[in-house]
T-cell receptor, first 112, second 112 residues
Framework: ETGVTQTPRHLVMGMTNKKSLKCEQHLGHNAMYWYKQSAKKPLELMFVYSLEERVENNSVPSRFSPECPNSSHLFLHLHTLQPEDSALYLC???????????FGPGTRLTVT | GESVGLHLPTLSVQEGDNSIINCAYSNSASDYFIWYKQESGKGPQFIIDIRSNMDKRQGQRVTVLLNKTVKHLSLQIAATQPGDSAVYFCAERRGGADGLTFGKGTHLIIQP
């Protein structure tokens, strides 16, 4: 596969569940990002990893926990989420932080 | 305000006409701007970028104009086609490690 892939594409989870979102980039990039996209709102940056080190955490609740085991993979671990966390979660990568970013298709998350 | 914004949430154009989508930004220190296209059910897709030392940049059927005096960015799409129907949003790089800041988006609707 090429570009940025995300799995699963759709996820429905209860507030007491634990799940993980996975992102993989095949572009040889050094930076990876998680964004939250809610209806009628701009993209909200959640986390930035550069060379596998977290460089930005935008006051995201601790129920979201990122993990970057290597430069090609990024995870977002979810636990005890709230209904307002329902959104499209997008992963992106770039060669350098704050340059052109390539996005995955997103995971549509619904918290019930 | 502090965020990158767009003047119109929805823009409707006739197929074959030219489209102009606008974006206003507030940070005069921003040095890099990108336009993204997001089709329904997909992640944002890079269209074109421009650095602050340029006023205009052209791609295939698209042109980005940057007016730093009034902090205004526009995307022009020539001969709009049905496949251009999507949400378009701009992003700016303000510096630091937090990547890009995104606007809310304009939904471009193509009428036959």
């Amino acid at each position: 596969e090429t570009g940025v892939t995300q799995t699963p594409r759709h996820l429905v989870m209860g507030m007491t569940n634990k799940k993980s979102l996975k992102c993989e980039q095949h572009l040889g990039h050094n930076a990876m990002y998680w964004y939250k996209q809610s209806a009628k709102k701009p993209l909200e940056l959640m986390f930035v990893y550069s060379l596998e080190e977290r460089v930005e955490n935008n006051s995201v609740p601790s129920r979201f926990s990122p993990e970057c085991p290597n430069s090609s993979h990024l995870f977002l671990h979810l636990h005890t989420l709230q209904p307002e966390d329902s959104a499209l979660y997008l992963c992106a990568s770039s060669q350098l932080v704050a340059y052109e970013q390539y996005f995955g298709p997103g995971t549509r998350l619904t918290v019930t | 305000g502090e965020s990158v914004g767009l003047h119109l949430p929805t823009l409707s154009v006739q197929e074959g006409d030219n489209s102009i989508i606008n974006c206003a930004y507030s940070n005069s220190a921003s040095d890099y701007f990108i336009w993204y296209k997001q089709e329904s059910g997909k992640g944002p897709q890079f269209i074109i970028d421009i650095r602050s030392n340029m006023d205009k940049r052209q791609g295939q059927r698209v042109t980005v104009l940057l007016n730093k005096t009034v902090k205004h960015l526009s995307l022009q799409i020539a001969a709009t086609q049905p496949g251009d129907s999507a949400v378009y949003f701009c992003a700016e790089r303000r510096g630091g490690a937090d990547g890009l800041t995104f606007g809310k988006g304009t939904h471009l609707i193509i009428q036959p």
